[in-house]
């Protein structure tokens, strides 16, 4: 079957960092994207990687190593807007997104 | 419009009655989805369209039923309500033509069956 473990929920604190980890057992492997989720609201679009290594936009970094079926999504300078849900999806061999059930990142001042 | 709507935004409906969501995107992209997310539980797929006149079972088809009439429209019917039907419906689309398959979603349908 096809798996993607997140931690169900994580602290942290206002301007601190946070690393949330992503592992997944899927058929075939064509890219991961991390998707952010505020309470009530749609998922949104934060990365992609496809290749081993780390990408970086601004306060968010996320990376990914192919070999050992693991990504994760760094948060730097937290904000207390930085409050959500961080989703873990894959693409699998037949280009069909596999969906983790997302970590829900609380940050206290 | 700019980007994904869905309608209504909420909906309670009786166990046993008829229930379409409603999607439309004007970003012309070929591929829509519709998906329900449950507490605990990820998006799950219920049926999804790589192009208009196509449609495909997702993960949890059971229930559901879809039409791709034209590029932009996406009805998602429950033909028969029942309260396991209970969540939030999210409709997304991405045009599968270029880059990574980013899936663009609409803002949820919460639809409670009693």
New interface residues.
Partial sequence: GQN?DQP?EMTATEGAIVQINCTYQTSGFN?L?WYQQHAG?????LS?N?LDGLEEKGRFSSFLSRSKGYSYLLLKELQMKDSASY?C?V?DSN???I????TKLIIKP | IAGITQAPTSQILAAGRRMTLRCTQDMRHNAMYWYRQDL??????IH?SNTAGTTGK?EVPDGYSVSRANTDDFPLTLASAVPSQTSVY?CASSD?KTG?????????TRLTVL
């Fill in positions: 993607i169900t890219g994207f609201e749609a998922p949104t679009f992609y496809v989703l999806a693409i280009y069909q997104l969906w983790g059930a997302g | 605990g539980l990820g998006l799950r797929l999804y997702g999210f599968k990574p398959n980013e899936q663009f979603f609409g803002p949820g």
